[in-house]
């Protein structure tokens, strides 16, 4: 039986093309959307983008037919935009349809009452909750069967032979055969260990164009005094220093080091070995785009309450390095254009190469920004996404359909790419304490 889907304005907001992928069912866009959105065309955010990319897209459509008789759409679905809500319901139902999303909710329930078999699409979970309890199906937009435990984690352990791992440590490499290597992801980490004796193991990563296992990158005197305090830390600074890997994601709690190894790996990168042109440390300014007159003072000052998370670190490695008598300061850096802090604001349309560019806070990005970010790396630039997907500040992403949990699900299988998940915590015992039980 074909479906009818009634999209919220918050579904447009989030995806702008999201008419097009219902197949070949019918899309229902009530008046009060298009009303909503109209109130969004004139943004120069996120959101504001979005809603001048539907608006174009349905005057291309217009011109096929009519939106209120529906329009057929080239997958074979159905678009329509009217005002169908019967008035009565507020009597029936007690709903107030002075309330926008009431009324959003009201024409799904006519067309329920009409006999079709409709189901509300809205990222709003209230929304969802109002529609269950008057017996309307409803569903998040872009959902997935993945729990948060069930993300990809960039490493894992497996069993091998006591001879394999003499091999492997004596020769740095490891062939691996297709059942070994059954299942595993371009630039895994892995936790080798012997049969019947785990204390003896090695970590390694599977570099999938040489068909077997190579040893970590490690740094005999650290990097800028930053030395990795557990496995997954070792996993991370591998992945953040290998010049094979273009895009880096990690994600961890508060306190694991993401950020702070990111930076040190940033800063030996572009400055102690020159690979990179410079080191570009950025974080949303949620939401995306937001306006920056409400703080006093010019661009650098505004940006200061948002930007202080990276200064704070990069504070903390430089004073590592006054401990070593190195007496170059973040400041000289930033003079020189090695180091460049800003918002992530104003991104869209650049093209960034040779950088080693660090994207802070990713989990608060959605599917789109994040592409968009990604898009911009040009030749020889490295990206790194950083976040706590346990920790959302947008209203409309959740732990598993945020941009950072949908960049590691569709780009793990990548040669380029590399991943891993940070669960201990080594900011402090109370720090770690915190995390765990409050």
């Keep these: 039986m074909s479906k009818t889907f009634v999209l919220d304005t918050n579904v447009v907001l989030f995806d702008p093309h999201s008419i097009f992928k219902f197949g070949k069912n019918k899309v229902f866009i009530p008046i009060i959307v298009v009303e909503e959105l109209d109130k969004f065309k004139k943004d120069q955010s996120e959101n504001g983008r979005n809603a001048r990319e539907f608006a174009r897209s349905i005057d291309k459509l217009r011109k096929k037919g009519s939106l209120t008789e529906g329009i057929k759409l080239d997958n074979g679905g159905v678009l329509q935009i009217s005002v169908v809500a019967d008035p009565n319901l507020s009597k029936v139902t007690g709903i107030n349809l002075a309330i926008n999303d009431n009324l959003i909710l009201a024409n799904a329930l006519t067309l329920k009452q009409a006999g079709e078999n409709v189901i509300l699409i809205s990222k709003d979970i209230n929304l969802r909750i109002k529609s269950d309890a008057l017996d309307l199906e409803s569903q998040d937009y872009e959902t997935t069967d993945l729990t948060p435990d069930e993300l990809y984690r960039g490493h894992r352990q497996v069993e091998i032979t006591p001879e394999q791992l003499q091999v492997f440590e004596k020769e740095r490499f490891l062939s ?92 030996e990168a572009a400055i102690g070995k020159q690979q990179y042109s410079r080191v570009l440390v950025s974080r949303p300014i949620i939401p995306m785009g937001r306006d920056l007159g409400f703080l006093p003072g010019d661009v650098n000052e505004k940006l200061g309450p948002w930007m202080q998370p990276i200064f704070d670190n990069i504070d ?99 040669d380029i790419v590399a991943h891993t998940m940070l669960k201990v915590g080594e900011r402090s015992a109370l720090s770690e304490i915190a995390s765990q039980l409050l």
Aim: glycine share 8%.
């Design 316 to 414: 903390f490695l430089f004073g590592n390095q006054r401990a070593r008598n190195e007496m170059t300061t973040w400041d000289e850096l930033i003079n020189q254009g090695l180091l460049h802090v800003e918002p992530l604001t104003y991104i869209r349309g650049r093209s960034l190469p040779a950088q080693y560019m660090i994207v802070d806070e990713a989990q608060n990005l959605s599917p789109h920004e994040i592409k968009t970010i990604i898009t911009r790396a040009g030749e020889g630039t490295k990206i790194v996404l950083t976040g706590d997907c346990e920790q959302i500040d947008n209203p409309y992403l959740d732990s598993v359909n945020n941009g950072l949990s949908y960049c590691i699900e569709r780009l793990k299988e990548q």
């Design 176 to 267: 691996c055969d297709d059942k070994m290597i059954q299942g595993l992801y371009s630039n895994e980490y892995l936790i080798i260990a012997e049969k019947n004796n785990p204390q003896k193991r090695a970590l390694a990563r599977f570099h999938q164009k040489k068909g077997g296992l190579v040893p970590l990158i490690k740094p005999r005197d650290g990097v800028w005094g930053i030395y990795p305090k557990n496995l997954e830390q070792q996993f991370a600074m591998d992945a953040l220093l290998n010049q094979e890997v273009n895009l880096v994601s990690l994600i961890g709690k508060a306190g694991t080091g993401k950020t702070l190894l990111a930076i040190a790996a940033g800063l």
